[in-house]
């Protein structure tokens, strides 16, 4: 398959706000340290900086080494049950966090996390009101959405009226995007071709 065959099938199959913010995306095939290769056999030096995940590389060995290593031994468990990793974890982010903090919620997504966020700030305050910059984001969720004002490719109009500027005051507004396929990466470092 070519990259502009996986480029049609993301635009058939894909809901418009799984956004690909160029006309044409680079389609990745692998990755190691700081290196991108795309379908065609390009490289790039990738300068996201961890966008959506952790930035620590790409297939980093350890990484790689410790993953592996978990799977094999445990790939999940609900939030029911206790695990060793999770309470270890927890426990090291105690000794770690400046004052009172002692007490650790671990989510799967940066939404999750920001959305709990939102809430035990408005439980600890008694506050409705938060601050957001518009046009941020902080994920595709109904409340993310709101929150930001920002509605990825325009998928899905989710903006209600306890969003609205009333309800939601806004520290700037803030946009960025390009319109290359390789904004988030070095000019084209080598070729195959």
Known sequence: MDSQTVRAKHKEFLFPCVANYYAEP??????????VKDLDGREYLD???GILTAGIGHSHP?????????VARLVHTSSVYPTVEQVRVAERLTQITPGKLKKSFFTTS??????TAVMLAK????QQEIIALRHSYAGRSQGAI???DNSPGGCCPLRS??????CRRTATAARWG???PTAGFAAHRTSTT
């Open 47 to 49: 300068f996201f900086g």
């Open 178 to 180: 390009s319109s290359t």
């Open 123 to 126: 439980i600890y305050t008694g």
């Open 161 to 166: 009226p306890a969003s609205s500027t009333r």
């Open 62 to 70: 350890e990484f790689v080494k410790r993953i592996q290593d978990q």
């Open 26 to 35: 680079v389609v990745i095939t692998e990755a190691h340290g700081s290196t």
């Open 110 to 115: 940066g939404t999750e996390a920001d959305e």
């Open 146 to 148: 709101a929150i930001t």
